[in-house]
């Protein structure tokens, strides 16, 4: 009789126990419940699914958060296209808005057939890896070492190695997700918009012929750019030219005429020198010296 009333003891301490609980949650379910807007799932499936964080949110979930409040419009968004854009736009009754299509930059020219090397890195194939180890033999110390870190880091096959061991962006498949920017041991990359056609591709510091004794494509300091271009849009400094692209409006072609090794260039419709820039007619890699 004892056990019996034991047991039942028991039983109706554990349900009271669980009523207890229950009431719990459901008190708390009512007190920290966040409504969500249904519409967030129905624009989130008509988003590319990248997440690839160019639009300046986390992924297409909270871009599509964004959307929904307002905070942001379907122009934001770069990698889907302009018609699927304008379907959110229409759905969620806003202005599909612009936002200018921004692509990683290097800021490096230096391939093997116009770098130098000063010693053969063997080991792990990676930029990262060489980087540790003695800066991977080549003569610039700022220049790409050309291990593909980037190409493969890039899920949109944005990047690929040019037959110099340079890599080269891909403008339509680029979305400035920035995993380019990450991987790069030297901060090679870095995120622009398709405005920005002015260019230095180059981060060396070294001067004159220090310079040009590495690379032949170098910034060697001479300033010719600065000098050229309106105002103070170009100016130097050590010894690199730097491009204030809050003037970008007077950005003008004629300061990368006289750059003697072509350093600075022209983005637009393929890369441009000017005319006093070396010709680069080596197609070999410069031997080890």
């Known amino acids: 009789m ?3 009333l034991n047991i039942l003891v028991a039983v109706g301490f554990m349900a009271g126990l669980g009523l207890i609980l229950a009431s719990v949650l459901v008190i708390a379910n009512r ?20 997440n690839c964080g160019a639009c300046g949110t986390a992924g297409c ?11 942001l419009q379907p122009g934001a968004c770069t990698v889907n296209g302009t018609e699927m854009n304008q379907v959110i736009a229409t759905f969620l009754g806003v202005e599909l808005g612009t936002h200018e299509k921004r692509v990683a930059r290097l800021a490096c020219a230096g391939g093997s057939n116009v770098a130098r090397r000063h010693g053969d890195y063997r080991g792990v194939e990676s930029c990262r890896a060489a980087a540790l180890v003695a800066g991977g033999g080549k ?6 070492l050309g291990l593909a870190d980037c190409e493969r880091v890039c899920d949109l096959d ?7 061991d340079l890599p080269q962006v891909i403008d339509d498949l680029c979305t400035a997700c920035g995993d380019c920017v990450d991987i790069c041991p030297r901060d090679l990359f870095s995120l622009q918009p398709l405005s920005h056609h002015l260019w230095v591709a180059c981060k060396n510091l070294e001067k004159g012929e ?3 004794a590495e690379c032949a494509v170098t910034c060697n300091g001479c300033g010719r750019c600065a000098l050229d271009a309106p105002g103070d849009l170009v100016t130097m400094a050590d010894n690199l030219a730097v ?6 409006a007077k950005a003008a072609r004629i300061a990368i005429e006289r750059c003697p090794t072509g350093a600075i260039v022209w983005l637009e419709d393929g890369v ?6 070396v010709k680069i007619v080596r197609k070999e890699a410069l031997p080890l010296e």
């Open 158 to 164: 944005a990047i690929i190695m040019d037959r110099h």
């Open 272 to 277: 441009h020198k000017g005319q006093s820039a």
């Open 139 to 144: 003569g610039c110390a700022w220049g790409c």
């Open 61 to 71: 979930r909270a871009f599509a958060e964004k959307l929904v409040t307002g905070e």
């Open 210 to 212: 220090a310079a040009e």
């Open 2 to 4: 004892t056990s019996l």
């Open 31 to 50: 007190r920290l419940f966040v409504y969500e807007d249904p519409k967030i799932d129905d624009v989130e499936e008509l988003l590319p699914h990248s």
């Open 243 to 248: 491009i204030d692209y809050s003037q970008n």
